[in-house]
Structures are given as structure tokens and as C-alpha cells.
């Protein structure tokens, strides 16, 4: 009878010994939360991430929060509760997605933000943002240029909720505010989709047929924008400026069917956000909250160069 | 009469339930109460004019033939992940053009460099400067709203005085933001913080 007890004890101690062994060789598992893979940008900045995250020899899992807080709170506890060990983040809401982190940073989970900003300096391990601002100066400048400094415009900014759609427009407006010369006749939200972005401006050309630019807070908009001045005989006419560096569109600024774009580098944050990820596991904890990354402006005489980078 | 009163009471709930708000409006709604003015002010006139920090243009054009990782490494400010870089330079010379963007100065090497007044706007000269860390302020639209604050007392204030005093043929002293990029080639273009007739 002793002997079983024993054998039983033995047993159960080498099983757990098993267990844990297995837990000290399993990879640290990295989750990326995108705010959306309905957007070829978003399926970039995913993909790239979770493909980083594995040649660092960790496990990476894509979830979509469809641009859906809701469904990117479900997200977060799913992934907490499967016991992820790391977030590559890319927000649906500056204010709305903090409690997120928070519930990730109480389960001692790092998050770190890319692409979008979110409203806490407490919340995010760190976020590896592009400096959207900054780019569209560049782009504003380009804008009053090609504008001789006067004319009538519209505005189809992203999503109302999302700090970089303020951040471009913030940028934009510092530079063409100072020109006496210009008027917006719409600000408009077009939610960086192409479609909404085409009706938005086919709506606002009943009212306003006589413009001379549209301002677009993303390529999207942009190519939507261009779709729906082509639709109405005023491609040729009205110039359209975008932001984001896609292909279509610096194409198509190659031609000189639009003026200029912001050149974003959504491989090189999440790079960086998987390094950062890296660095953490090895014991790093000092991580700078915000780290800007350059928009380089795409305009006729440069977009082959960056055509050819790709 | 009661159908008079009815409608005026259906027209108040109407013109009360509805509130319009300018999208932008809604953006500023959360900006902080910081005196941006006042920094910029403190920043400009006893930072960036007293500091004496401005490289040489012809100096640093040189270098940046010999190395130029060391060059932006030495001279440069990058806040974050980029392939450009803000230089603080000076430069002295003789202006061959007042142009509507601003001056044309041949340097004594021969150097044309081009001195932009009038777009004066961005994080050039904030970054130029190298005054500000990112970690002074909370929130990119902080630090944001500095360089705004920074660069209209430069455009709007300080410059246009400076450049009133100066015609072409006059020697001149000039200290700038200048932006370069190791991935391609700008223009030799400052963006002045001072100007001085020699």
C-alpha cells in the first residue's frame, strides 16, 4: 500500500516537473491587435509586426478589432486570459482604447502602441508613431505652392476619434491658415475610407463646384477624392493631396494626376515595436513613451525613388 | 391660440435639441491651459539667441563630404526614427537678391544660399535648436503647439523687423535651421532666427 502511495507521489511530482519544463521552453506568445485589416496600410502594419515578432523566435497572433472598440476590448481580454505575454498595438480610439492597456498593464502584460496615438502617458510600455504633424507641414507648404497662395478647398479629414487625424490636419492648417488667400468651404469626415471619402466630396461639389484642391487626411480619401473629380469632368482641375505613401497614389503623382502625398513607414514602427517587444522580455524597462517616426514628402520630382524602394 | 403656443413650444424643444459644433472645436475641446507663448518667448530670446552653438555652414559641408554619419551625429538633432536631420547654422555674406520668399546670399566661397522667410513653420528651428527633448511635454499636440508658438514669433515678429533693415548688396550675418537627409539631397535652405547687416 506504501509502495503505490509512493509510486502515485512519484509520478505526480514528475508530471509537474514536465509541466513546468514545458512552460520554461514554451516562446513567449506576442499578440498584434490592429485596429483594422479592412485597409491594405493596416494589413502591412500587421503583417509586419507579427512577422518581426517570429524572426525574434517568438509565437505572433493577428487580431482585427474591424475599427470596432468594442470588439477590441473582447480582444484584450481573450489574449490576456490565453496568457499572451506581449501587445503590439495599433488603437481604434485615443481615449476609448486606454482602459484596454490598463486591463493588459494590470496583467502584466506590455503594450506598445503603433501608428496610433492613444490620450495617457501612463498606460502604453511606449508608442512608435509617425510624425503626422510634421508631414503635413511639408505637405501644406507643397499645397500653397502649387496654389500660388489662393484658392477655394475642401477638407476630408479620418476618423474624428483618432489623434492622428487632428495631428495632419493641425499640421496642414499651421502652414495654409497663414494665407489670407485660401478658403475652406468643407471640413468633412470621410473616416479614411475611399468610398465615403468619394461621396463626401460628390455631395460637397452640389453646393461648392468651383474648387481648386482637396486636402485628404489619408491615400484612401485621397484616390476616392480623385475618383470623384474625374466622375465629374474635374480631374484636370482640381488638385488633390493625400497622405500615407501608397502605391497607387505616388503613382499616380508620377503622372501628375495628384500633386503630393506623406510618405509613412508603417515596416519601420513595426519593427520597432517588435524590438521594443524584445527588449522587454530581456529585462528593459526604460522605454521612451513616444517615439516619432519621419514622413518624407512624395511629390512629381522624387515619387520614382520611392516607386523604386519598394 | 393653443395651437400658437404648441407650435412656439414644439419650435424652442426643436432649436434646444439641436448643437451644432465645428469639428475642429471638438478637437482643441481637451487643449492643456500651458502658456505656450510665454515658452516659446523664454525659449527663443534666452535660449536659441544666446546659445552660440550654430555651426558654420561651410564647416559642416565639409565634414559632411568626409563622414557623413559623424557629421549628423555631431551637428544634427533627430527626435525619433528618420533619415533627415535639423543643423543649427550660420552663415556671412553678401545679398545678391531680396526674392518674395525671403533672401539670397552668396557666401565668400560662393556658396548661393537660399534664406526662407516666409515658410517658417514645422519643428525645424524647435528641433534645430536642440533645446527640447521630447520628454518635456506630454502629448505630440503639446510639443506640437510649441513649434507653432516658437514660429510666429520668429515669422510674424522678430524676422520681418530684421529684414526690413537689410537691401541687397549688404554684407549679413545669418543663423538657421537647415534640414538634411542622408537618404537624398535637399536644398541648401535656412530657416533664419536671426539676421544681421554686418
Given amino acids: ?310 | 391660440m393653443k395651437n400658437i403656443v404648441l407650435i412656439i413650444l414644439i419650435a424652442i424643444l426643436a432649436y434646444n435639441s439641436v448643437y451644432f459644433e465645428k469639428l475642429s472645436e471638438l478637437a482643441d475641446s481637451g487643449t492643456s491651459e500651458f502658456n505656450f507663448g510665454a515658452y516659446a518667448d523664454s525659449l527663443y530670446n534666452q535660449g536659441i539667441l544666446k546659445n552660440d552653438e550654430a555651426v558654420n555652414l561651410e564647416v559642416l559641408l565639409n565634414e559632411l563630404k568626409t563622414d557623413k554619419d559623424l557629421a549628423f551625429k555631431n551637428y544634427g538633432n533627430r527626435l525619433g526614427i528618420g533619415s533627415s536631420a535639423f543643423f543649427m547654422t550660420k552663415i556671412e555674406g553678401e545679398v545678391i537678391a531680396k526674392t518674395e520668399l525671403g533672401l539670397k546670399v552668396r557666401t565668400p566661397s560662393k556658396q548661393v544660399v537660399e534664406v526662407d522667410t516666409k515658410f517658417i513653420f514645422g519643428n525645424a528651428i524647435r528641433d534645430a535648436s536642440q533645446l527640447v527633448q521630447l520628454t518635456d511635454f506630454k502629448t505630440n499636440a503639446e510639443f506640437n503647439a510649441l513649434s507653432e508658438a516658437l514660429n510666429q514669433i520668429i515669422r510674424e515678429k522678430e524676422i520681418p523687423v530684421q529684414l526690413e533693415k537689410i537691401n541687397q548688396g549688404d554684407h549679413v550675418s545669418v543663423t538657421g535651421a537647415l534640414k538634411l537627409s542622408k537618404n537624398q539631397e535637399l536644398p541648401i535652405q535656412l530657416l533664419p532666427v536671426k539676421l544681421k547687416r554686418q
Avoid at chain 1, 1 to 9: D, F, G, N, P, S
Avoid at chain 1, 145 to 153: D, M, R, S, V, W
Avoid at chain 1, 216 to 225: S, V
Fill in chain 1, 1 to 310: 500500500m506504501k509502495i503505490k502511495a509512493l509510486v502515485t507521489l512519484f509520478l505526480i511530482v514528475l508530471f509537474c516537473t514536465g509541466c513546468q519544463k514545458e512552460k520554461d521552453t514554451e516562446k513567449p506568445k506576442v499578440a498584434v491587435v490592429i485596429s483594422t485589416l479592412n485597409n491594405p496600410w493596416f494589413v502591412v502594419l500587421a503583417e509586419s509586426a507579427a512577422e518581426n515578432a517570429r524572426t525574434l523566435g517568438y509565437e505572433a497572433k493577428i487580431f482585427d478589432s474591424q475599427n470596432n472598440p468594442a470588439v477590441e476590448s473582447d480582444n484584450f481580454e481573450n489574449l490576456i486570459s490565453s496568457g499572451f505575454d506581449a501587445i503590439l498595438f495599433n488603437p481604434t480610439d485615443a481615449d476609448g482604447s486606454v482602459s484596454n492597456i490598463l486591463k493588459a498593464k494590470e496583467a502584466g502584460v506590455p503594450v506598445f502602441c503603433m501608428d496610433r496615438e492613444v490620450n495617457s502617458n501612463e498606460a502604453a510600455t511606449s508608442q512608435v508613431l509617425s510624425d503626422n504633424y510634421s508631414g503635413c507641414v511639408e505637405l501644406g507648404i507643397e499645397f500653397v505652392k502649387a496654389l500660388n497662395e489662393k484658392g477655394k478647398y475642401v477638407e476630408i479629414i479620418g476618423l474624428v476619434g483618432d489623434n492622428n487625424t487632428w495631428a495632419r490636419s493641425g499640421g496642414f492648417h499651421s502652414v495654409v491658415d497663414k494665407f489670407p488667400g485660401f478658403e475652406m468651404v468643407a471640413q468633412q469626415s470621410g473616416d479614411f475610407d475611399r468610398n465615403k471619402a468619394m461621396e463626401v466630396l460628390e455631395t460637397i461639389m452640389q453646393a461648392h463646384p468651383d474648387i481648386d484642391a482637396v486636402f485628404c487626411g489619408n491615400d484612401a480619401m485621397a484616390l476616392g477624392a480623385y475618383q470623384a473629380l474625374q466622375s465629374a469632368g474635374k480631374a484636370d482641375k482640381v488638385k488633390v493631396f493625400g497622405f500615407d505613401g501608397a502605391d497607387e497614389v505616388i503613382e499616380k503623382i508620377a503622372e501628375g494626376k495628384i500633386v503630393a502625398t506623406g510618405m509613412q513607414y508603417p515596416k519601420v514602427m513595426a519593427e520597432t515595436a517588435a524590438k521594443y517587444a524584445d527588449e522587454y522580455f530581456k529585462g528593459k524597462r526604460d522605454f521612451p513613451q513616444r517615439v516619432p517616426v519621419e514622413v518624407e514628402l512624395v511629390v512629381k520630382e522624387n515619387a520614382k525613388r520611392f516607386l523604386n524602394d519598394k
